[in-house]
């Protein structure tokens, strides 16, 4: 009987398969050698030899993480591999010779800057700093005040500038100088300081208004009297009046009295005065308690000209020989702006540009000096500062009539200057004839050169090209290109190829009337007479006076290079700040702005601030 598979089949054992034992191992033995004779791949190894042994990782405990030591090397080398990649491009950027960019050599009026500004170290005076760099200049007049016998009640007088080849020490057109300078680094302090020359300029403002702050009791509201001059150049007494004209002798061995000359009614210096404060506080601004003394001392001053009025050179005094006054109603427009922009008081404002007060000071006459600045008349510099004011902050009613006055006033006096116009004749050299052909003629012409440049970029930074005059418009090149004439022939660009800045070029003047600069510096003091022979000398000066810009040729481009005509060869103060501001206009390229603000610093907004806008509205 059969039996049957249950999936199928029958369950009877074949005869092939009822082999023996032996039978079956013996081919079972064949099966594995066939079997081992053919290789297994890794799933069926894994199948005969179960999970095979992990290859170890190798890690590095850095603390903080831990990290693959693989992953650590090629880190640290690849960190190793930059560092010195970068020391060898450093190495070779050090090593290999590189061709720097040399920066352009300084223009003409940069050079002759520096050294116009050394002039007023020459012409120190007291207790010199160790750092005046002149060499042949020492301590002098160390008793100046101490020993007057005029009664004078200001005792320390010691300091300030000599005026010009002598050693008195005028206040007025000192004054007038500490102003403008002060106002060319106001408007060009980004040029000096990149002729290196923002301290030194400053510094010699300084050493002028400290000493202005002695001359009057600076500490009171109110004072009765200020000191005028120190010194004395009245010749009439011959020799048994030794002064500051009569001798010729250097300042280090003054040994003569030096009389203080003071005033009690001279509104013209006072307010010349308060001027130069005032623009000094504004150049101070930084030095808070300078600045709020120098506001105070000029407060006082300007109180004192407008309470006991009268001209300084009033009654013969020895002043009106040399710088004779000839009105104070300028000095009232030209301080009181002055005062006005160092404390933004608008009554300063108001009185400045009042039309009575313009009308006063020649502002409607015309006449042949209209729009001369000088020590004298500093009209056309206040209707210059005022158009500024117009240009920039149009301030408006009740100041508008007169600032548009002087704004159109101040367009004529610059069409004036142009060679198109006949108000002023010229050399053949082409030096303008400001003073009508009168000695000493370059002091007016520097002040022209600083306006001129000055308004031209006053209309710049206000994106006006240009004015009219007339029907005709002229661009503000015209301007510039009037100063850069004037100063080019000053510094040798002129018929004789003489430069009359001393020091500046290769010719320039050799025989200055300074006493100073005329007698060498030889341990020997030579007395009131004794220094005569110096000055008649005909051999150069033993010292330069560096930068000194002497009186000028005359209006037929001639000079004569003589150390007694002191209408040829004597420089002095007022002069000399001018040519440093129109230096300082025309140095650099045109990139350089002026500072529209820093004028401005202590002015109040005109009008009112806006209300801020209201809030957003919210449902």
């Known amino acids: 009987m059969y039996g049957r598979d249950p999936w199928g089949g029958p369950l009877e054992i074949n005869n092939a398969d009822s082999a023996t034992d032996d039978d079956r191992s013996r081919n079972l033995n064949d099966f594995d050698r066939a079997a081992l004779s053919r290789p297994l791949d890794e799933t069926q190894q894994s199948w005969l030899l179960g999970p095979g042994e992990e290859k170890k990782k190798k890690y590095v405990d850095l603390g903080c993480i831990i990290v693959s030591r693989k992953i650590f090397v090629w880190t640290v080398g690849v960190i190793l591999a930059a560092g010195f990649l970068a020391g060898f491009v450093t190495l070779i950027v050090k090593t290999v010779p590189r061709h720097h960019k040399h920066p352009p050599p300084p223009d003409n009026y940069t050079l002759a800057l520096e050294k116009a500004l050394m002039f007023f170290n020459a012409q120190k005076s007291g207790r010199l700093p160790k750092h005046n760099n002149v060499s042949w200049r020492g301590n002098s007049c160390l008793n100046d005040g101490k020993g007057d016998k005029s009664g004078a009640v ?229 209707q210059v500062l005022l158009t500024r004011l117009r240009l920039f902050l149009s301030p408006g009613y009740p100041y508008e009539e007169t600032l548009q006055t002087f704004h159109n006033q101040t367009s004529i006096i610059m069409c004036s200057y142009l060679p198109y116009f006949s108000s002023f004749n010229r050399t053949k050299g082409g030096l303008i004839q400001l003073n009508h052909g009168r000695p000493q003629p370059l002091q007016y012409v520097v002040n022209a050169a600083f306006l001129a440049t000055l308004y031209s970029d006053y209309l710049d930074a206000a994106d006006t090209p240009g004015w009219y005059c007339g029907p005709n418009f002229y661009s503000t090149n015209e301007l510039r290109k009037f100063a850069q004439t004037q100063i080019d022939y000053i510094l040798g660009k002129n018929p004789r190829k003489m430069s009359y800045l001393v020091g500046f070029g290769s010719h320039y003047p050799k025989h200055v009337h300074h006493r100073g600069a005329s007698i060498p510096k030889n341990r020997i003091k030579y007395s009131c007479t004794g220094g005569i022979k110096w000055r008649d000398s005909k051999k150069p000066n033993p010292n330069t006076i560096v930068g000194a810009m002497v009186a000028g040729p005359d209006r037929h481009d001639g000079y004569h290079d003589v150390r007694t005509n002191y209408n040829y060869s004597e420089p002095t103060l007022a002069g000399n700040a001018g040519l440093v501001a129109a230096l300082v206009a025309l140095s650099g390229d045109r990139t350089s702005k002026i500072d529209k603000n820093t004028i401005f610093s202590a002015v109040p907004p005109m009008f009112p601030t806006p209300p801020p806008p209201p809030a957003p509205w919210k449902p």
């Not at 010729?248 to 061995?253: A, I, K, L, V």
């Not at 000209?305 to 427009?333: H, I, L, P």
Request: net charge negative; hydrophobic share 40%; with cysteine.
């Open 154 to 382: 200001i005792k320390d007088l010691v300091g300030g500038y000599y005026d010009a080849g002598d050693a008195i020490k005028f206040h007025f057109p000192k004054a007038f100088a500490m102003t403008m300078l002060s106002w060319s680094v106001i408007e060009y302090s980004a040029k000096y300081e990149a002729a290196g020359e923002l301290n030194h300029v400053k510094e010699i403002i300084k050493w002028g208004t400290d000493y202005f702050l002695k001359t009057f009791n600076s500490s009171a509201d109110t004072i009765s009297q200020i000191v005028a001059q120190v010194g004395k150049g009245d010749t009439s007494g011959g020799p048994d009046d030794p002064n500051d004209h009569s001798c010729w002798m250097r300042p280090e061995d003054i040994d003569y009295e030096r009389p203080v000359t003071e005033c009690s009614s001279c509104s013209d210096l006072a307010a010349e005065m308060a001027a130069a404060l005032a623009s000094a506080s504004i150049v101070f601004k930084d030095n808070k308690a300078y600045s709020k003394k120098l506001v105070h001392g000029a407060a006082t001053l300007w109180k004192f000209a407008r309470d006991q009025r009268g001209m300084y050179t009033a009654g013969g005094a020895d002043a009106a020989t040399f710088y004779n006054s000839s009105m104070y109603w300028d000095e009232f427009v030209w301080g009181g702006t002055w005062m006005y922009y160092a404390t933004g008081n608008q009554s300063y404002l108001y009185l400045a540009s009042h039309p009575k007060l313009a009308k006063h000071a020649g502002a409607f006459w015309g006449g042949p000096d209209y729009g001369v600045l000088s020590w004298d008349n500093k009209l056309t510099g206040a």
